[in-house]
């Protein structure tokens, strides 16, 4: 677990376990982006993800727990599938400190690249990404099922 100090305030990024699901599904439940999924069918889909063998997620947590995200690492890639942090708190950093444990967990993995998926209306995000030097390389075009498209982007690890 990793401490950041800044600000006074005291941010750790660990690894979630199923004790977690409650806490994750409230950050999701309340991070502003609505994508139709129940709690229970959420908190049922985060229970098998979290027992797939290259599935790890993170939460990052004060007194709180207010963001988390979940990647899987394959064949030299890592793909950074969910990222959310509680509205209330976007705008704060928070997303640097994420961003950054994903980065590293995949250097440790010895990831050549991590990649993710967005919804192409979702512009801090996408904005958010290109700050890290995360880049577009391939559109899908009507991926979801209200037919809007999602971005798929990537950043090259050294």
Do not use: Q
Request: hydrophobic share 35%; aromatic share 14%; with cysteine.
């Amino acid at each position: 677990m990793r401490a950041w100090k800044g600000n006074n305030w005291n941010m750790k990024t660990r690894k979630a376990s199923f004790k977690d699901i409650d806490k994750l599904v409230r950050i999701e439940m309340n991070s502003g982006y609505k994508w139709g999924m129940k709690k229970e069918k959420f908190a049922s889909h985060l229970k098998r993800i979290l027992n797939l063998k290259y599935s790890r997620c993170f939460i990052l947590e004060s007194k709180r727990a207010i963001g988390y995200f979940l990647v899987n690492i394959e064949r030299k890639s890592c793909y950074l599938n969910y990222f959310a942090i509680i509205k209330s708190r976007h705008g704060k950093g928070y997303s640097k400190i994420m961003i950054g444990k994903a980065i590293s967990f995949a250097k440790k993995h010895d990831c050549k690249k991590i990649e993710l998926g967005v919804w192409a209306k979702n512009f801090p995000a996408i904005g958010l990404y290109n700050k890290y030097g995360f880049y577009i390389f391939e559109i899908k075009r009507k991926h979801y099922s209200n037919r809007d498209d999602k971005l798929r982007m990537r950043k090259e690890l050294k």
